[in-house]
């Protein structure tokens, strides 16, 4: 079994790659991550048009520092994830700082609310897409098609039991979307 501080291969290899200056890592980072990037992006900022310029922003970052992403801290999804969040955030906040001081308001607890809910927005659709198949199957069977546990279970040819845990872990994976803890926002 793998130590917790031991890094997947595959972003060890890609860090290391990225730090000799190999153009097709950035190449294959970008196949990767990109939908990622950008998805969280559009959502923090609600506009395509910033998305694609923080999506321009994360990966000149992870070119230009790949230093900065240490593999013993965790995956390098999360990471990129991260650095993403944070850039649009900042993006957000001076967006509607700028608007707030053009229209003579200085209502910064509005602002921090929509920042909020933009994170907590964010964090839900990056768990949403980061957990096991099985849990988010359940959960889209659940929601989306109204679908009760026993039906879930049908649905998914598993057992009624099997079908609760699944929406069970969905569920409280999702629910950390709401964490507020003081590292979140951060890069790693």
């Known amino acids: 079994m793998a130590r917790r501080d031991t890094p997947p291969r595959w972003d060890r290899k890609m860090q290391q790659r990225l730090a000799r200056g190999e153009a097709a890592a950035l190449g294959e980072l970008y196949d990767r991550f990109a939908s990622l990037v950008h998805g969280l992006a559009h959502r923090v900022l609600g506009d395509e048009h910033a998305a694609d310029g923080i999506t321009r922003e994360v990966f000149a970052h992870v070119w230009e520092n790949p230093e900065s992403y240490d593999p013993k801290q965790g995956p390098l999804r999360s990471w990129v994830a991260t650095l993403t969040h944070r850039l649009a955030v900042q993006r957000l906040r001076t967006t509607e700082t700028a608007a707030l001081a053009q229209d003579g308001t200085d209502d910064t607890d509005e602002l921090e609310r929509k920042v909020r ?14 957990m096991p198949t099985p849990l988010r199957t359940a959960l889209e069977l659940a929601y989306f098609q109204r679908r009760d546990y026993q039906q879930t279970a049908a649905d998914l040819g598993v057992t009624a039991d099997e079908a609760r845990r699944r929406l069970r872990l969905g569920l409280q994976l999702l629910s950390t979307a709401h964490d507020t803890s003081p590292d979140q926002g951060g890069t790693r």
């Open 117 to 130: 809910r933009a994170s907590v927005a964010a964090r839900a659709d990056y768990i949403v897409t980061s």
